[in-house]
């Protein structure tokens, strides 16, 4: 059923990467298609055996068309997912059972063949094998494809679409992101999401404008609708007549020549007025974003995110990948730092066959530092990779979502192990490395003090701790309006984290996405950090902001937001007080977060 056209019909999201783009929709309808269920007469039961097996020929050729069509290396060594899914087309149960219930059954074959996935899913969900189990997800992708080519349907076939596109999406999986040709894509929407969603901040690494939580994107947009999209406000306009067009333009522009203008910040010293030193480093995913964070002035990598050397592959990163990639990781910012975090799979991001595909709570299930623990080999082979790459500059490691002192002591364990295992090898690495523990989990807020005699450092991940600390699901975009880095919960409890932190003598740093908002850091000044991880593309802004106040006067701030009660009262009160410091233009572009 065609959706209606919508002209001009602006609806609102959640920024998630921000940048202005417009560009044909392309809607990618993995998970909505409705399916056509019809009774056949017996005398045409062999035609449609017939429609059948000739969609399924029609997904063979589509996606070995897809496959060769990818020349780009990087994601030339994901195709794997595309054989596994031209042997699922090749599944003799999948087709002798459609086969069979068109036969016995009389039904077209779209309903014969959800009658099949319907029989494939109970049977998926009694195998032992989690890897097998997991290939639910590929059945169900295929299928998609299948149900699709039944019905005459447009593919997501992204290698053919001419120019720009922006993607429509219900959802978008981080390890969907990175199948799509990336080239082709100008932007991202989805229905669902929130702004700390690992595909936003997987976006925001990729440069790649993004609306999530749009809840009614998928149902409003059709295929090759014009679209516009402003991935800081949130705005997607849908067929956009000239006018609309020429004022979003118009503020690309403005936005773009202020931009500019930031950028000369970049390689400025990142120091108050009063001479405070203040330390802004780049959280990245993928090697090549190095040059970026160079150029926008990081002195460091305050945050590798390691998972998407796991991602999209059915076998594990070795020992030796593990290396050779945190090897340039350390040889390419020196003479800065790199913080390597070890594996944070879980929550929205899932391992090929790994992942406890049934899980309530993924967000608080088998993720990050339990994960690690429990699959040791997987851990072991990571550590060795880092320990070795600690060896050729300055290196720290970090574990994620540390909830008590078993779990750290036990993490250091298994690191003392392979590092006694390399000592013996003879095989060099930094004896004196680094221990760093994630605080993003309220317990470990609470245990700072005692956490602090455990490791070198602290990074606080606010995306986490929000999230575990107000419980609003961090990628759910109904609740998304508690979530409130500035609440007095949240101020609370840094404040107790970088206190029990000094008390102990070990720096902390901030590495959520709270670190990337101007106005949030001069809080967090005032709260005593002076050393922040964001995306690149930040650091100028946060560089400009905090080159215009005094450090002595953010405490003096910090003071006042704690007789206050509410995030709204707070919000509106540094906005003021930033409005009274900064430019106007400068002060619009960095309002944004503030807004009540
Ligand atoms: C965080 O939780 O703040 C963080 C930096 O880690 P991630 O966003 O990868 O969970
Ligand atoms: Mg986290």
């Known amino acids: 059923m065609a959706i209606q056209q919508q002209i001009n019909k602006v609806i609102h999201g959640i920024g998630a990467s921000p940048g202005i783009v417009s560009g044909r929709a392309y809607l990618v309808e993995r998970y909505k298609?409705?399916?056509?269920?019809?009774?056949?007469?017996?005398?045409?039961?062999?035609e449609e055996v017939e429609r059948f097996l000739k969609a399924i020929e029609e997904a063979k050729n589509q996606l070995k068309e897809v496959k060769e069509s990818i020349l780009d290396p990087e994601v030339r060594q994901h195709a794997f997912i595309l054989d596994?899914?031209?042997?699922?087309?090749?599944?003799?149960?999948?087709?002798?059972?459609?086969?069979?219930?068109?036969?016995?059954?009389?039904?077209?074959?779209?309903?014969?063949?959800?009658?099949?996935?319907?029989?494939?899913?109970?049977?998926?969900?009694?195998?032992?094998?989690?890897?097998?189990?997991?290939?639910?997800?590929?059945?169900h992708?295929?299928?998609?494809?299948?149900?699709?080519?039944?019905?005459?349907?447009?593919?997501?076939?992204?290698?053919?679409?001419?120019?720009?596109v922006i993607v429509v999406a219900h959802d978008l999986s981080p390890a969907d992101t990175l199948?799509?040709?990336l080239s082709q894509v100008a932007g991202f929407i989805t229905d669902i999401g929130g702004k700390v969603s690992h595909t936003a901040i997987l976006a925001r690494s990729l440069g790649i404008p993004a609306v999530v939580g749009l809840e009614v994107a998928t149902s409003l947009i059709n295929g090759g609708d014009l679209l516009i999209i402003d991935g800081e406000t949130g705005e997607v306009v849908i067929n956009p007549t000239e006018e609309t067009s020429k004022s979003f333009f118009e503020r690309r522009k403005r936005i773009k020549s202020m931009e500019r203008e930031v950028l000369k910040y970049a390689s400025l010293p990142a120091e108050t007025r009063d001479g405070v030193r203040i330390h802004l480093q780049a959280n990245i995913e993928m090697v090549e974003e190095i040059s970026s964070a160079k150029s926008h002035g990081a002195e460091g990598i305050g945050l590798y995110r390691t998972e998407i050397l796991y991602l999209n592959r059915k076998n594990l990163p070795t020992e030796e990948e593990h290396y050779q990639t945190y090897r340039k990781l350390v040889e390419n910012i020196s003479p800065g730092t790199v913080t390597i975090r070890t594996l944070d799979i879980g929550g929205d991001k899932f391992l090929d066959g790994?992942?406890?595909?049934?899980?309530?709570?993924?967000?608080?299930?088998?993720?990050?530092?339990?994960?690690?623990?429990?699959?040791t080999d997987i851990f072991k082979a990571q550590l060795r990779g880092v320990l070795r790459a600690s060896a050729h500059g300055k290196l720290k490691i970090l574990f994620p979502m540390?909830?008590?002192?078993?779990?750290?002591?036990?993490?250091?364990?298994?690191?003392?192990?392979?590092?006694?295992?390399?000592?013996?090898?003879?095989?060099?690495?930094?004896?004196?490395?680094?221990?760093?523990?994630?605080?993003?989990?309220?317990?470990?807020?609470?245990?700072?003090?005692?956490?602090?005699?455990e490791v070198d450092f602290f990074?606080?991940?606010?995306?986490?701790?929000?999230?575990?600390?107000?419980?609003?699901?961090?990628?759910?975009?109904?609740?998304?309006?508690?979530?409130?880095?500035?609440?007095?919960?949240?101020?609370?409890?840094?404040?107790?984290?970088?206190?029990?932190?000094?008390?102990?003598?070990?720096?902390?740093?901030?590495?959520?996405?709270?670190?990337?908002?101007?106005?949030?850091?001069?809080?967090?000044?005032?709260?005593?950090?002076?050393?922040?991880?964001?995306h690149p593309i930040a650091i100028p802004k946060v560089k400009r902001a905090l080159r215009m106040v005094r450090a002595e006067e953010t405490k003096t701030l910090v003071e006042r937001l704690f007789?206050?009660?509410?995030?709204?009262?707070?919000?509106?009160y540094v906005r003021k007080w930033m409005a009274e410091r900064f430019p106007e233009e400068f002060f619009k572009l960095i309002a944004e977060d503030l807004k009540t």
């Not at 003392?416 to 807020?445: C, H, N, Q, T």
């Open 33 to 46: 298609v409705r399916l056509p269920q019809k009774r056949i007469e017996p005398s045409r039961v062999d």
């Open 84 to 139: 596994v899914h031209l042997m699922i087309l090749d599944d003799q149960m999948l087709i002798q059972n459609t086969i069979d219930n068109i036969r016995k059954r009389k039904v077209n074959s779209e309903w014969a063949l959800d009658l099949t996935l319907e029989k494939m899913d109970s049977a998926f969900k009694t195998i032992e094998d989690e890897y097998l189990r997991e290939r639910r997800s590929d059945l």
């Open 141 to 164: 992708y295929v299928s998609a494809r299948i149900f699709r080519n039944l019905m005459g349907k447009k593919h997501d076939d992204i290698t053919k679409i001419k120019g720009k």
């Open 179 to 181: 199948q799509m040709q």
């Open 354 to 375: 790994y992942q406890k595909g049934n899980e309530m709570n993924p967000a608080m299930g088998l993720r990050a530092i339990r994960f690690s623990i429990r699959e």
């Open 402 to 453: 540390i909830s008590g002192i078993e779990e750290i002591r036990r993490a250091k364990a298994i690191l003392e192990e392979e590092k006694k295992g390399l000592a013996k090898a003879r095989i060099p690495f930094d004896r004196g490395v680094k221990i760093g523990a994630m605080i993003e989990i309220p317990s470990a807020s609470v245990i700072a003090d005692i956490l602090a005699r």
């Open 459 to 534: 990074s606080i991940g606010t995306n986490d701790l929000i999230q575990y600390a107000l419980a609003v699901d961090r990628i759910n975009e109904h609740v998304s309006y508690l979530y409130e880095p500035l609440h007095p919960a949240i101020l609370r409890i840094i404040r107790s984290v970088v206190q029990s932190a000094k008390n102990a003598g070990i720096p902390t740093a901030i590495c959520g996405e709270m670190a990337a908002v101007p106005s949030y850091v001069l809080v967090l000044m005032g709260l005593g950090l002076e050393e922040f991880s964001m």
């Open 563 to 572: 007789q206050f009660s509410t995030p709204t009262e707070i919000k509106r």
